[in-house]
């Protein structure tokens, strides 16, 4: 990763995570400054844009990259009327994929600090693999996930906080490691989150915050594609819910929307598979991350056979590296010891339009058609759009 986010490149060149600078990390602490939460540092620079706002909703439309709102135009003009006048890129963090950027959000923190590394990590010192959306809640959620959410610092600054997302995730590991701090509000579609979110802005007098998720263009891209039917269904849906939302707001209110990533789709001839080639599983313990971003748990002392062998497969489709490589680059923030061993002995982050499936041992991973994780500026950039009342 050696190129900034920004518009007008090519859209699967590399991308730093603007950690501090231009973040999905510095979007909530940037929104309790303007709320006037003591200690709340402004890296986005909101609080002059939004002098005089009490009420904050931040929505988070999942697998709205900066670089799908084109594509999404034609069947979102509200959307794309947003980003035109007072739209900006952000980065994601790194793997830019929902649980790390769904925490990212939440904590203010970047990965590193807050341990949710992947979509998969293993669990150090067992053979157990964690996915981070079906947790239940073993391992304890805030001992896995130890920052403390920028919900939960609004709270205690007499902010009154409302997270509103789809009634099954309520209580969820992840739903903990993120919202923890916010009371929960159950939204089943996009009717109900622009009502809800609506009424908890309008709930009290006081300062106040209000965190929306809407997850439905994110499974549509991966189950159809990118710019398929259904996800263009889903585009003109969340373009329903931003007119519903703008509409909405009350006077001293503002609406941020952002993205954990963007997507793209994997051509069938761009896709390794794990389970059909043996020298890729040869010297390999464990496998954990996603198809875009791969973290190899090797056997004692085959680290080396193991990144060459994947070197030599992938070659310019992927790049191979070890976990010192990839913390010292920087990809994930500072990452404490406590939280080192949940990313592989090797990273293998690929490049352009290729993956690494499993097609016996997650067929369901494997057979899908939009991906994300990686570092491309698709999946990488982010929108911030900032709409007063």
């Not at 004692?300 to 790049?319: E, K, N, Q």
């Amino acid at each position: 990763m050696t190129a900034a986010a920004g518009t007008g490149r090519d859209p699967l060149a590399p991308v730093t995570p603007r950690y501090g600078t231009a973040s999905l990390a510095d979007v909530l602490p940037s929104a309790l400054a303007v709320l006037g939460v003591p200690g709340a540092a402004d890296p986005l620079g909101l609080t002059a844009r939004l002098a005089g706002v009490r009420r904050i909703a931040v929505l988070l439309v999942d697998g709205l990259g900066w670089y799908q709102i084109p594509v999404a135009a034609p069947y979102a003009p509200t959307l794309a009327g947003l980003t035109a006048t007072v739209g900006r890129p952000l980065t994601s963090g790194f793997p830019s994929t929902t649980p790390t950027s769904l925490v990212t959000l939440g904590t203010g923190a970047t990965p590193g600090e807050h341990g949710v590394l992947g979509f998969r990590v293993r669990v150090p010192d067992t053979d157990r693999v964690l996915t981070h959306v079906d947790w239940s809640g073993d391992p304890e959620p805030r001992r896995w996930q130890p920052v403390p959410t920028q919900l939960e610092r609004a709270r205690a600054a007499g902010v009154t906080v409302t997270v509103v997302s789809r009634p099954e995730y309520a209580g969820s590991g992840l739903t903990v490691a993120a919202n923890s701090g916010g009371d929960y509000r159950g939204a089943a579609g996009t009717d109900a989150l622009a009502v809800e979110m609506l009424a908890a802005l309008a709930a009290t007098d006081g300062p106040t915050l209000v965190s929306g998720y809407h997850p439905d263009l994110d499974s549509r891209g991966h189950v159809t594609g990118v710019d398929s039917v259904s996800w263009r269904v889903a585009a003109a849906e969340v373009d329903g819910l931003l007119a519903r939302l703008v509409d909405g707001l009350p006077p001293d209110a503002a609406l941020l929307v952002t993205a954990d990533h963007g997507q793209l789709n994997v051509p069938a001839d761009h896709r390794f598979d794990l389970d059909a080639d043996p020298r890729l599983r040869a010297g390999v313990h464990l496998v954990a991350g996603e198809a875009r971003v791969r973290y190899l748990h090797t056997e004692p002392g085959a680290v080396a056979d193991v990144r060459a062998t994947w070197s030599a497969l992938l070659g310019a489709a992927a790049d191979v590296l070890t976990r010192e490589e990839a913390v010292a680059a920087g990809w994930f923030g500072p990452v404490p010891e406590a939280h080192l061993r949940r990313v592989g002995d090797l990273v293998v982050v690929c490049r352009e339009t290729y993956a690494v499936v499993a097609s016996r041992t997650d067929p369901g991973e494997a057979g899908l058609i939009g991906y994300h994780g990686s570092c491309t500026a698709t999946e990488m950039t982010v929108p911030l759009l900032v709409v007063r009342g």
